[in-house]
């Protein structure tokens, strides 16, 4: 099958209020071009130079997502153009994107990563320290960050009451602080589900799925 018809078999599997994240990472730029040219317009990177890189490369409507782990030193490569990050998972991570939004004269939209796997090997704040973060009044001097919702990645495991479980704890915080809204917080965004469980994520409330190997193909490192 082409990426265009895989990304055709996906559409027409979730529902209209369901963001698709076409996950690129390690994929040429051809690839993300047969996406493009199909109407798909988000894409996410889990490397900052291979984003910047492709960012120059392709056209200026691609909205780019950051879905990976992010370095603090690195920020400054994908603040005049990245749309939105996920896997926020500090303050001090927080901070410096505000510090380099601003140089850009740019909001940055942000998720918080919530950790909801049972492996050990997952980024992510506990539902208690997002809330403290959330509640901070450290929080509201950043002007140039909007939090905009939460994200999370299941267990790699093909246990669905398991998968059904994880994407429910992530559910549940998003209750919790979707109505939390101030000036630079403002919930609407789930970001859960992937190639192999987006169907139970979106069960489970999720409203952005993030999709690679089953639009590109498996992934060669
Ligand atoms: C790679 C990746 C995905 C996509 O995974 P697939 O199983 O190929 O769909 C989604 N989210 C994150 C954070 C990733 O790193």
Known sequence: MSIQENLQTILSQIPENVQL????????NEDILEAYNA???IFGENKIQEMADKYDALPKDIEWHMIGHVQTNKVKYMAPFVSLIH???????LNEI???????????NCLLQIKIAEEDSKFGLSVEDAKALLESHELKTLNHIKITGLMGMATFTDDEEQLSSEFNKLQSAFNLFKN???????????????????????????????VG????GERIY
């Open 21 to 28: 994240v076409a996950v690129s990472k390690t994929k040429p």
């Open 39 to 41: 109407g798909q317009r």
């Open 87 to 93: 896997g926020v998972d500090s303050f001090k991570l």
């Open 98 to 108: 505000n510090k380099q939004a601003q140089k850009n004269n740019r909001v940055v």
């Open 180 to 210: 939390m809204n101030n000036s630079n917080i403002q919930m609407t965004v789930l970001s859960m589900g992937m190639s192999g469980d987006f169907k139970i994520a979106i069960d489970r409330g999720s409203n952005m799925i993030r």
């Open 213 to 216: 190997s089953s639009i590109f």
